[in-house]
Nanobody, 120 residues
Framework: VQLQASGGGLVQPGGSLRLSCVAS????????MTWYRQAPRKERELVAT???????YYADSAKGRFTISRDNAKNTMHLQMDNLRPEDTAVYHC???????????????WGQGTQVTVSS
């Protein structure tokens, strides 16, 4: 199982980016999918998470600006980030709880991260 994150880049304050995370490999089912971020010299923090049923939870810093979504048929998750601020600068990582086979438990998998830089 692999998670591939993409969509990061350099954007000016107030701009937008759309991150994507695709899970591939031996996948029977995917439960919660989550975006985390880690800024330099800071601890990793949860940004947003979405259940397989589509219920979403956001960190206070993301509420009203970020929208998490997923396509279960494609094992894909997106994070639409609007009105970006310099403090959103971080490496964004995706995480997913995946059951590789019908008889297995759910395991947590991580993507490699994508850099988001908000600067003028």
């Amino acid at each position: 199982v692999q998670l591939q994150a993409s969509g990061g880049g350099l954007v000016q304050p107030g701009g937008s980016l759309r991150l994507s995370c695709v899970a591939s490999g031996s996948i029977f089912s995917v439960d919660a999918m989550t975006w985390y971020r880690q800024a330099p010299r800071k601890e990793r923090e949860l940004v947003a998470t979405i259940t397989s049923g589509g219920s979403a939870y956001y960190a206070d810093s993301a509420k009203g600006r970020f929208t998490i979504s997923r396509d279960n048929a494609k094992n894909t998750m997106h994070l639409q980030m609007d009105n970006l601020r310099p403090e959103d600068t971080a490496v964004y990582h995706c995480n997913a709880a995946i059951r590789p086979h019908s008889g297995s438990a759910y395991y947590g998998y991580w993507g490699q991260g994508t850099q988001v830089t908000v600067s003028s």
